[in-house]
């Protein structure tokens, strides 16, 4: 066995164990997941705890992306209990040729499993799952869980715990001819799940409403049934208990969304319609739509095969660039923008804009399980390119609504220099401070030197700066510290047994005789 090398830093974490083949380990089955649970769901706290609920509702918004699909229910149910159901195809129950499993079983019980890989083979031309590991990620969190799949007129259902088969996939009847779909429902497993395992109805609800948003027609239903609550009618009359329940399907899809925004914000908007562009390549598909407001806030949602990307990717990219070469563009070709003026920031066009980016791609690439991040390269080059044609033409076309929001970039514009100028002149002042403070403190006292020091402070004399004054306060500074050090070396000299300031008691002891005192 090597020497060990201890040092300061590894003095805690030395180990006297053996390192050879018996120590290497092979996590079979689905044990990686349960052994490193935040590698594939983020956490295991609420964020993970909701994410285990888009994952299975990412595969019903897939077979709507196919074409299968136009309503999706999520239920809350007593204990926390979730159950997601849709009208798609139905998760196939026939035999998986390279396992001899169901192809149920597959894609519930083994990792990188799944019809979402692409090629000829593919079940799905565009899809938001695209490593084979959503459901099997969430069997694998889950105390137990049920899925049952409606499809050649027949009902099947199968049961897993912590992962593992709870018994073979089962016939349980018949259904009537042409319903299809799957309905899955689980329990999150408290082992994993330590801080909580109750869901928010809030955060389901609002990642819901965009999936709807951004599937045009498709309705989604969300009903929580842990307890009954009272309604209050529009009237302020209290209605009968029931559970609560929120239905969204919008036909207007992304541009439905913006207005949503704006409203949900009460903001005031600079023109009236949603600015809609898209365009499209043999590589994907990409929609945008925005519209910009009066406030001073930036809105931007960004999503890739209908996954919320909240760290943005080359999608956001791609768009951010664009936007700002055409403001500036747009207004150095209509004289909207001088020669001097300096151009527009991303910042100055961004200002009081709500946006939302949808980008649908045969082959995403996204960083990690979570895919908070669009990776793809292509994507970049088609949304630039299309924001640029599209957006110049709908200026050009709408040359009223471009001098209104061309007005509010040009006003952050000046804002931003104008409080560039403030922090300038701020620094100016406090070097002028320093150099004042540092001329008295080197006895320069009696004669101009002090001023002098002062006026040498770049930018003084640029920006108006009263140096007279800044010394002025330097003196009474200097003054002020002075005095009190003089009345803390007379307490301390002639009161020696006097409290602390600090201390409850008032009281003060009785003045000695002073002492002849040689300085």
Not at 36 to 65: K, Q
Not at 314 to 319: A, M, N, P, Y
């Amino acid at each position: 066995m090597a020497e060990e090398i201890i040092t300061s830093t590894n003095a805690d974490t030395v180990t006297d164990h053996e390192y050879n083949a018996s120590e290497i380990q092979v996590l079979k089955g689905l044990e990686a997941v349960r052994k490193r649970p935040g590698m594939y769901i983020g956490s295991t706290g609420e964020r993970g705890l909701h994410h285990l609920v888009y994952e299975i509702v990412d595969n019903a918004i897939d077979e709507a992306l196919a074409g299968y699909c136009d309503h999706i229910e999520v239920k809350i149910l007593k204990d926390n209990i979730i159950q997601v159901t849709d009208n798609g195809r139905g998760i196939p129950v026939d035999i998986q040729a390279d396992t001899g499993l169901p192809a149920v079983t597959v894609v519930y019980t083994i990792l990188h499993a799944g019809g979402k890989f692409g090629g000829e083979n593919s079940g799905y031309k565009v899809a938001g799952g695209l490593h084979g590991v959503g459901a099997s990620v969430v069997n694998a969190c889950s105390e137990w869980l049920t899925v049952n799949v409606r499809r050649d007129g027949k009902e099947y259902e199968q049961t897993f715990r912590r992962g593992d088969p709870d018994g073979d996939l089962k016939c349980i009847g018949t259904v009537a001819e042409g319903v299809t779909g799957t309905r899955v429902t689980f329990k999150p497993d408290p082992e994993m799940f330590k801080d909580t395992t109750v869901y928010d109805f809030d955060t389901l609800e609002k990642r819901l409403r965009e999936e709807s948003f951004l599937n045009a027609g498709v309705k989604i239903t969300l009903t929580d049934e842990r307890q009954l609550y009272t309604p209050v009618l529009e009237d302020g009359q209290e209605g009968d208990p029931c559970y609560r329940s929120e239905v969204m399907c919008y036909e207007g899809g992304i541009k439905s969304f913006v207005t949503y925004l704006g409203e949900k914000r009460k903001l005031e908007v600079l023109h009236p319609n949603v600015i809609y562009l898209k365009g499209q390549t043999d590589r994907g598909v990409a929609e945008i739509a925005l519209q910009y407001n009066s406030s001073y806030n930036e809105l931007l949602l960004s999503f890739a095969n209908n996954v919320n990307t909240p760290d943005g990717g080359t999608h956001e990219e791609g768009f951010k660039a664009s936007l700002t070469r055409v403001f500036n563009d747009y207004g150095r070709s209509h004289g909207l923008l001088k020669d001097k003026d300096e151009n527009l920031s991303g910042a100055d066009v961004r200002e009081g804009l709500i946006c939302v980016i949808s980008v649908k791609l045969q082959e995403a690439e996204f960083e990690g399980q979570t895919k908070a991040k669009l990776g793809n390269t292509e994507i970049r080059t088609l949304v630039s390119n299309m924001v640029y044609s599209k957006l110049m033409e709908f200026f050009e076309e709408n040359p009223g609504v471009a001098k209104a929001i061309f007005e509010k970039a040009t006003q952050a514009a000046r804002a931003r220099a104008a409080a560039k100028g403030v922090v300038a002149v701020g620094r100016v002042i406090l070097r002028c401070k320093i150099r004042a403070a540092a001329a008295i403190a080197d006895g320069y006292l009696c004669n101009g030197n002090q001023r002098h020091a002062v006026r040498r402070c770049d930018g003084a004399a640029d920006h108006g700066i009263d140096v007279d004054h800044i010394l002025d306060l330097a003196h009474g500074i200097r003054h002020h510290f002075t005095q009190r050090m003089i009345h803390v070396l007379h307490r301390l000299y002639f009161y020696p047994d006097m409290p602390d300031r600090s201390s409850r008691s008032r009281s003060r002891p009785e003045a000695q005789a002073p002492a002849r005192v040689r300085w």
